[in-house]
């Protein structure tokens, strides 16, 4: 099994687990055993899949006020932490490919697995309610025709974004790609960097 075939059978889980009480207080009951691989992919896309609903709950139009305050301080928190597990994710394939012999020629990525791997994690959750919305009886013909174009696209781009992170890391293995990681080192939630925060001192 590749890398990418384990992550999109675990994306799929977490997001059919989440959907069995499709609510975002629902408590998480990982399956897989604590620190591995398979626990940190199951927890990565929990947290998109509730932050995905609390992004739409936010944008109703007649939410009260100090709700919405209430919720984009959830997201925001739901940001970093989404951040550090990519960042614990990144871990993993620095321990995995950081010492191996790199050929003359090898290059760095664009961005690091687990950046590739959060991408995908998103793309699951935007299949999932595409198909939804493929499956609604209470809209038009168009509606659906559109959706389904849609939906096929990002069912391509699933294919596509798999074979690719499954060739970086077999570019690694081979020597090709060198592992390199910078963590994010995002400022506005820092109260020693966010000039707002540090002011109030």
């Avoid at 060198?178 to 960097?193: A, F, G, R, S, T």
Wanted: charged share 30%; glycine share 0%.
């Amino acid at each position: 099994m590749t890398f990418t075939e384990l992550s999109n059978r675990i994306f799929d889980q977490a997001i059919s687990d989440y959907h069995t009480t499709d609510h975002v207080d629902a408590p998480i009951v990982n399956p897989y055993a604590a620190k591995s691989i398979e626990f940190y992919l199951y927890l990565k896309n929990w947290i998109d899949t509730v932050q995905w609903h609390l992004e739409d709950i936010i944008r109703d139009p007649h939410i009260d006020p100090v709700e919405a305050l209430a919720l984009k301080r959830r997201i925001d928190k739901s940001n970093q932490d989404r951040t550090d597990l990519v960042e614990l994710i990144d871990s993993y394939f620095w321990d995995k490919y950081h010492a191996l012999d790199a050929l003359p020629d090898a290059a760095i990525n664009t961005e690091s697995p687990a950046w590739a791997i959060d991408r995908l994690s998103i793309l699951h959750l935007k299949i999932y309610h595409m198909r939804a919305e493929v499956e609604r009886t209470d809209v038009s013909d168009s509606h659906r025709a559109q959706c389904q174009a849609k939906l096929d696209i990002l069912m391509e781009q699933k294919v596509d974004l798999s074979a690719a992170i499954d060739r970086l890391l077999s570019d690694y293995e081979a020597g090709r790609k060198i592992m390199k990681v910078y963590k994010q080192m995002k400022m506005y939630n820092d109260p020693e960097l966010n000039p707002v925060l540090y002011g109030q001192k």
